[in-house]
């Protein structure tokens, strides 16, 4: 006897779209979810900064220098008196204002040369070739130093150039990988099928090829961000970045590092808090790594 | 005046190690309504002879040709861009791979509206009531929530119905079809032909079907034109063809198909055509075919055979093809 099956018996075909695919296998990674978390409150601690933080970033008040923490100052004060919880939550902004902004030029720039090298090949490619491997000669601080001065002096002066020069300087690692992505996508069948409904160039670059990478632009752009907020830090650190008194932890660090013995909260604070950004950024991007990989599925 | 008129094509391509001549002055006709095969072995030009009718041969080849017009338009005098507005609208194409042809990552729904977007100025919104008829039209089930999925959500014959859709979009006069069932099980085989048939007589396209596959031919095509190391070699209607084939090549063919019903007392092994296609880099000299045919004598080797009509309408290149048809009667 056979018994007819009801469509609720059927054994359910999955069905999940891709991007739900993709969010099911990352969130059974522990460590990039908990980088995840941490990056949702960096960016709530960001947006909020003035309600959550106890005091103004920058104005002085020297009756209170470099007291340790305490319930009134958690991490401590600086060697002007300024509270560095504040600092530190102020200093979010510029880290992930200067993630966003520089990782955007350089996604731009290098999906941009990278999806036209790759797609037309010849001399175009070689150009393109030619102009990364001239910016990749750079060591890129100094790269970024060299352009932070070029930059011509515009609105907001200091800050906006650092996050564009950092941006100019990191777009060559995207830019080759479109470039090679574009070069085996230019062979597959479905772009000669587009060509043959008449799809002009830009539209298969952007409407074809470029969803086809999109995997690896979401890591791209997560790494992207770790290396510029660690990239900010470091020349602000150096003094030719972010210039005091703003609240940049790269700053915050160098102000620290001469009271290292006295004051260790004073670079401590900044330093982890440039730690955990970076650290959590590169933990999601390989996270998302394995997650747009469908072979890790079962990992 | 053809629908579509190829004479004396040719297409070269930049090698590292000199000009390759890939076609060798193909000729081709194409009437309104028709349904053309242009049968041959792998490597003998036919998917470049397709290509090279939207100008979509590998950038490195370069076409020429005597004639080769659509509608006694010349295509090889079009810009890039209005030869653009031409593919996909006035010539549409179906390739061979259903599975690699679509765009995993672009909704059916999406990949078909492109042609209504892109030659007839329509929104992405209203292209997708004409999609979702014209994917009916080709027995997809269900299409208005086909054209939500992907086409991973979608079964080989399906996609392959999914890319006829997309070539008939815009409704062209010529459609090309690069062995369109080869990669698809033999039922479903059967479906698209019968389809392809009848959508041409509801449209009046015309169709010009690359197959390896005789069977194919047999079934659908009105006309059919032989290629050989790319050159046409022998062109008939199927049924002149098929009874009395002129060329010893297409009558290699023909013997190397398997049949089911063999007659009474006759004893018949399945032939095969001696020796395989000729490199590209050394074509036989004189007829290109001579050293695997049996009729062969030192004319051939020589001289490369004129084209000749030796019955209406079925045109043939080979010295000794009044021999053969004789043969082939007898």
């Known amino acids: 006897m056979t018994v007819e ?12 779209s891709y991007w739900r695919d993709v969010w099911a296998r990352l969130r059974r990674n522990r460590l990039a979810m908990v980088a995840l978390c941490y990056i949702v409150i960096l960016i709530v601690a ?11 970033p920058i104005v002085q008040n020297l009756s209170q220098v470099r007291e340790p923490p305490s319930p009134a100052h958690p991490f401590g004060t600086d060697l002007y008196g300024r509270d560095i919880l504040s600092r530190v939550l102020y200093g979010s902004r510029i880290a992930l204002m200067v993630g966003v902004i520089a990782t955007a030029v350089a996604i731009t720039i ?12 010849g001399v175009v490619d070689q150009c393109v070739i030619f102009i990364y491997s001239i910016v990749a000669t750079f060591p890129e601080l100094l790269f970024i130093l060299a352009l932070t001065n070029a930059l011509p002096p515009s609105g907001e002066p200091r800050l906006f150039k650092v996050y564009l020069a950092i941006g100019l300087a990191s777009w060559v690692g995207i830019c080759r990988l479109t470039r090679n992505l574009f070069r085996s996508f230019r062979e597959q069948e479905y772009v000669l099928a587009a060509k043959a409904l008449g799809a002009g160039p830009l539209r298969i670059i952007f409407r074809h090829m470029l969803p086809n990478m999109i995997g690896f632009v979401v890591v791209a752009i997560a790494g992207g961000i770790a290396g510029a907020i660690a990239a900010e830090a470091g020349i602000s650190f150096l003094g030719f970045g972010v210039t005091p008194p703003n609240p940049s932890w790269g700053v915050m660090v160098s102000e620290g590092r001469s009271y290292l013995q006295s004051a260790w909260w004073m670079i401590v604070c900044p330093a982890v808090a440039t730690l955990l950004a970076v650290f959590s950024f590169n933990l999601l991007a390989d996270g998302l790594r394995d997650a747009f990989d469908p072979r890790h599925q079962t990992a | 005046m053809a629908l579509l008129e190829m004479k004396s094509l040719t297409v070269d391509f930049r090698t590292l190690d000199g ?18 095969g242009l049968v041959g072995e792998s490597g003998c030009g036919k998917s470049q002879t397709c290509l090279s009718i939207t100008r979509l041969v590998h950038p490195s080849g370069l076409i020429r040709a005597e004639r080769l017009t659509l509608e006694d338009v010349s295509l090889l005098e079009l810009s890039e861009r209005e030869m653009r507005g031409i593919r996909g609208n006035r010539i549409s194409m179906i390739f061979q791979e259903p599975m690699t042809s679509l765009n995993p990552c672009i909704t059916i729904g999406e990949q078909l509206s492109e042609p209504l977007v892109l030659h007839r100025g329509l929104s992405w919104h209203s292209a997708r009531d004409r999609v979702i008829e014209v994917l009916g039209k080709v027995g997809i089930p269900d299409p208005s929530r086909r054209v939500r999925e992907y086409p991973h959500q979608l079964s080989g014959g399906m996609r392959q119905r999914a890319m006829i859709a997309m070539a008939l979009v815009c409704q062209p006069r010529l459609l090309i079809a690069d062995e369109p069932t ?6 479903v085989q059967a479906q698209i032909l019968t389809l392809m048939k009848r959508l041409r007589d509801e449209t009046h396209a015309a169709v010009l079907l690359i197959t390896h596959n005789l069977g194919v031919v047999a079934q659908v095509c009105d006309r059919v034109t032989v290629m050989y190391a790319g050159r046409m070699i022998e062109s008939a209607p199927v049924g002149p063809l098929f009874a009395r084939p002129a060329h010893p090549y297409t009558k290699g063919l023909m013997r190397s198909v398997p049949r089911l019903r063999i007659r009474s007392g006759e004893e018949r092994r399945l032939e095969a055509i001696p020796g395989t296609v000729p490199n590209p880099w050394e074509v036989p000299s004189g007829c290109p075919f001579h050293p695997r045919c049996g009729f062969a004598e030192g004319i051939c080797q020589r001289e490369l055979p004129e084209t000749t009509e030796p019955m209406d309408g079925h045109t043939v290149a080979c010295h000794f093809a009044a021999r053969v048809i004789e043969e082939a009667v007898a």
């Open chain 1, 110 to 121: 290098g999906l941009l040369l990278g999806g036209i090298a790759g797609y037309y090949g």
């Open chain 1, 46 to 56: 960001a947006l909020l900064a003035p309600l959550l933080a106890p005091q103004d």
């Open chain 2, 19 to 36: 000009a390759l001549r890939a076609l060798h002055g193909a000729d081709l006709t194409v009437e309104t309504g028709e349904i053309v």
């Open chain 1, 5 to 16: 099956r009801s469509p609720a018996d059927r054994p359910k075909r999955r069905k999940r």
């Open chain 2, 182 to 187: 080869t990669a698809l099980d033999v039922t």
